[in-house]
């Protein structure tokens, strides 16, 4: 960079002895300001982001270099509100150069009068380098040479420098639709639905309010949201008596309306011509629960419990027990719309005979109804003060006798097939087996043994267990099978039988199972791990001589292989002999 210091001319040589030379001329004669050239500058988009010009050198071109998606406003109209972009300003100067002016070194633009209600223009908050224009609020249509007036202003003297015009085109059109929508996710219908804020439909999540969305979409940038505009009105066609709405598009259930159904929202522009009177309407409900009703479904749950009912809770077979059975409860809304509350906090069940039917409590969350001793109770179920429903259930003397048992225990091992499998384990492990219980009503128990309903009722007093088997497995009164030791010769038959009740025959279940001692630690087991330990072949019809092998595992545990010098084999006296 070369500096004038004195009045004169110097010839500058770049390269060395034979580069290239250039003369400059220093000038005693002062610079100064001729003009002003202004431009505005935007992106051609409906809207400006500040943050999106840089702080750069603007070179005088044609298109105005402020990158490539930049160009003069004349070659491009403001088409939207607030759209506008950076003043671009640069002084002619009196030897015939240009020179930028930023607001950092005196450059100040205001609209002229004609532009004052049309255009506004600021210093850039994330960029100081350059002013803002953009179109305001409500402006109208207006294009001319002398929309802003570009200043340089001396920052000593405050004097003007030099001043000149910025070009503005400024073409709003009108809009093309108007829309509006409820943005609340409002009930289970069609139609946005919402409550009165005491009614008992809050307690399912029905809302008391609903936001409404606007928007009017123009030729040039597409929707606009007019939700919280100053120009968009909000006024009630019908439903005035059921609900309020705010300026911002709130709806509201008025708490002390008594009535239900339909409303309809007008939403207008009428101080905005842009809008072109257009204008759009939304409708929306307000419901109320107008009722509940009820059922008494079979406690515990079991496959198809869900779509029976139950009105008569019997005796369990003979014992002293009575069946369960679970509220099931739902509301209707004004709006046709039902929701499940079985399991909702603010159901409420009572009983008004307790010495047959107890007050009911919760359990997982729903009332389960329990006889206690015969007679009937009228059951209600309410849902708020109002709602409310009322019916009678029968608790019976008479049996719901068991008609089918059916073993369900998962043993160790499903082998071998045709049986309920293998129970192998360590000596004196315990299983609890699981039984499916069938009554003469139709009820089950899903199990009767472990289930929810053994609680209630011990399964010891209707269902009776055995073994014929007991060295290998026995099997206590409440279920509880023990390996005691392998079987060699068959498998242990457990059986399940419920009593003769009330006249019905005796009622049994059959589970052929085998049963296998692991290895302890330390120790050898000899023969197959499921089912039978040897074949029935080597253990029924032996011959003398013969010789067969058997697979033989060891527990070696975690630890590290143990060493066997010698081990013993027990068998019965009657068992071929082993010689080797």
Not at 40 to 62: N, Y
Not at 321 to 346: C, E, G, P, W
């Amino acid at each position: 960079m070369a500096t004038g210091l004195a009045p004169g001319s110097a010839t500058i040589r770049v390269g060395g002895a034979g580069g290239a030379t250039t003369v400059v001329s220093v000038d005693s004669d002062p610079v100064y300001a001729v003009c002003i050239s202004g431009y505005l500058v935007h992106d051609g988009g409906a809207t400006f982001t500040p943050s999106s010009i840089p702080a750069r050198s603007l070179a005088i071109t044609d298109t105005i270099a402020v990158g490539a998606a930049y160009r003069k406003t004349l070659d491009a109209s403001l088409v939207a509100e607030n759209a506008g972009g950076a003043i671009a300003a640069f002084a002619l100067l009196s030897d015939g150069s240009y020179f930028e002016v930023l607001p950092s070194n005196g450059l100040q633009v205001v609209p002229y009068a004609a532009f004052s209600t049309i255009l506004n223009s600021s210093s850039l908050s994330s960029n100081t380098d350059y002013y803002r224009a953009f179109v305001k609020a409500n402006s109208n249509n207006a294009a001319s040479q002398f929309a802003l007036r570009a200043s340089w202003i001396d920052r000593c003297s405050n004097a003007t420098l030099a001043a000149g015009p910025v070009a503005a085109n400024v073409s709003l059109p009108t809009a093309s639709s108007v829309s509006v929508s409820v943005v609340t996710a409002c009930g289970t219908g069609a139609t946005c639905s919402i409550t009165r804020p005491a009614d008992p439909a809050v307690n399912i999540g029905r809302k008391t309010g609903a936001q409404l969305a606007v928007s009017i979409t123009f030729p040039s940038q597409g929707a606009v949201d007019f939700t919280n505009d100053a120009r968009t009105l909000y006024s009630l066609a019908s439903g005035a008596d059921l609900v309020s709405v705010s300026a911002t598009g709130f709806v509201s259930a008025l708490p002390s309306a008594t009535g239900t159904g339909p409303v309809t929202i007008n939403v207008t522009f009428p101080s905005y011509a842009r809008a072109g009177g257009k204008w759009a309407s939304v409708v929306l409900r307000v419901d109320v629960v107008a009722g509940i009703s009820w059922r008494a479904t079979p406690y515990p749950t079991y496959t198809g419990s869900s779509s029976a009912s139950t009105t008569t809770l019997r005796q369990i077979h003979c014992s002293t027990k009575y069946q369960r059975a679970a509220v099931v409860a739902s509301i209707v809304l004004t709006d046709s719309t039902s929701a499940d509350v079985s399991t909702n906090s603010f159901l409420a069940v009572a009983s008004a005979t307790t010495s047959a039917i107890p007050t009911p409590t919760r359990v997982s969350s729903q009332y389960v109804l329990v006889g206690s001793s015969a007679g009937t109770s009228q059951i209600t179920v309410s849902f708020g003060a109002n709602i409310t429903s009322t019916a009678p259930i029968v608790v019976s003397a008479a049996s719901a006798t068991v008609t089918a048992l059916q073993w369900t225990t998962t043993w160790q091992s499903a082998l071998p097939a045709g049986s309920s499998g293998t129970f192998a384990a360590l000596r004196g492990a315990t299983k609890t087996t699981a039984v499916r219980v069938s009554f003469s009503d139709g009820t089950q128990l899903t199990d009767a043994v472990t289930g929810a309903q053994a609680a209630w009722v011990p399964v010891s007093s209707y269902l009776s267990f055995a073994s014929d088997d007991v060295e290998s497995i026995s099997i206590s009164a409440s279920g509880v099978a023990t390996l005691e030791t392998s079987s060699y010769r068959r498998a242990a038959v457990l059986s399940v039988t419920a009593a003769s009740c009330d006249g019905t025959t005796a009622v049994s279940g059959l589970s052929s199972v085998y049963a296998n001692v692991e290895p302890a630690l330390g120790d050898i087991d000899l023969g197959n791990r499921y089912g039978l330990p040897f074949s029935t072949d080597q253990i029924n019809t032996p011959r003398v001589g013969q010789l067969f092998s058997v697979p033989m595992r060891i527990n070696f545990g975690t630890g590290p292989y143990f060493t066997f010098t010698s081990f013993n084999l027990n068998y019965p006296s009657d068992w071929p002999k082993v010689y080797s």
